[in-house]
Structure formats: C-alpha cells, structure tokens
C-alpha cells in the first residue's frame, strides 16, 4: 500500500492568491495593522505561524490564542463570501486524481494543509472534493508544517507506508526534505525532480508515487 498525502491550496484547488487576500483583510480588520506578505520569511507559513511571526514582530501585545480566534473568526467570513460570489476552481484534474485513489485500496489518501481546517474543508467542498472520510491536520492542530504532516499521518493510521506527498512550494519542498518524505510539486513556483504541471497526466503523478 501507498500514503498519499496532499496539501491544499493550489495542489488541489486554485486558492492561494483569494486565501492570501482574504487573510490579510482578516488581520487587517482585527488589528489595524497590515500583515507582511512575503510568506518565504516566516519560520512557518502557515496561518498560526504566520500569527506567531506577527505577534513577535508586529504586535507584541497580543496573546496568539485570542489573535486566532478573532482573526478566524473574521478570516472565516471573508472566505465564506468570497465562496458565495465565485466558488473554488480545482488544479485542472485534481478531482478526478484524488478521488480515483480514494477508490483504489492500494492507496490511504489524507490531507494536510497550513492553513484552518474549517476554511481548507469550505474550499475543498466548494470545488467539488469529497472528503467526508479524508484523514486532515491543519494549522488548528500546531503551527509547524512538519508537525502537521507528521499529524496527518497518524490520524490516517499509517506507521510505516511509503508516504508521497503533493505540494507546491518551497517550504514543501524543505519539510519533505526534513521528514525524508517523497514529494510530488504541482505547477511551476519552485523546481524540483518530481514535478506535474497538473494532473491530466496522472500516470506520471502515479509513476511518482509507485516507483521510488
């Protein structure tokens, strides 16, 4: 059998850029203060990391556990009204890739993704994925990338299968690298050997995940 493990945003659906906006408006609103974007400097990039970050560098007042809630709160909203008016678009064959291995027994499929679980599950839903029975650790569950992965992992039950994992960015590319995990990228924003522009060639994103 084979774990395969996927992010979220822009590897299963085309999301980063309207997430990314809908999240600074989010801290904008709550703090008045505006979020430093370039997400390739923080520590963590994920949403409670990047709230980390933005304590010790921008707003040291603040307590990080009444930060999220207020900004998740408010971040929800925006996302859910941003769903309304235009729903989420899937990476070009992503659906039809993801649920082919749900229905193949020789593959465990879970998600695990940097940003809340509550907004990743309404994009997810609102392009089409069905993941009602999809193991998932987010950023709800710890601000490391690694832990979130390592999370994921449990929950779906897997101690010791080969663990492929779909990602497309560079703090992918350094977690795999730090847990030893194989890694697939999806499109063009970081170079490495293993790579799919999207998955209407899912033999090769398949060959990747089979043949290591």
């Known amino acids: 059998m084979y ?17 990314e906006s809908c999240f600074v408006k989010a801290v904008k609103s709550v703090t008045g203060l505006d979020l430093y974007q ?8 994920t949403d409670r990391g990047i709230l980390r970050t933005f304590i010790e560098i921008q707003a040291p007042d603040e307590e990080l556990v009444d930060l999220e809630r207020r900004v998740k709160a ?15 678009l899937e990476v070009s064959g992503a659906k039809a890739f993801f649920h082919r291995l749900l229905g193949d027994d020789r593959f ?10 509550e907004t990743a599950r309404m994009k997810l839903i609102s392009a089409g994925f069905n993941i009602n029975d999809v193991s998932m650790a987010s950023s709800d569950d710890h601000y490391s990338r690694a832990r979130i992965m390592e999370l994921a992992r449990e929950r779906a039950g897997d101690t010791d299968l080969q663990l492929t994992y779909f990602g497309d960015a560079e703090w992918d590319v350094r977690t795999c690298q730090e847990l030893g995990v194989n890694l697939v990228i999806v499109g063009n924003k ?13 033999d090769q994103a398949l060959y990747y995940i089979t043949n290591r």
Request: aromatic content about 12%; charged content about 20%.
């Open 190 to 202: 970081v170079s490495h050997c293993q790579t799919i522009h999207d998955y209407h060639s899912d």
């Open 3 to 19: 774990h395969v493990m996927f992010d979220v945003d822009d590897t299963l659906i085309q999301s980063s850029q309207f997430d």
């Open 108 to 117: 465990i499929v879970s998600l695990a993704t940097g940003g809340w679980r």
């Open 74 to 88: 408010v971040f929800i909203q925006n996302i859910r009204e941003r769903l309304s008016n235009r729903p989420a």
């Open 38 to 45: 370039s997400w390739s400097d923080y520590p963590h990039a």
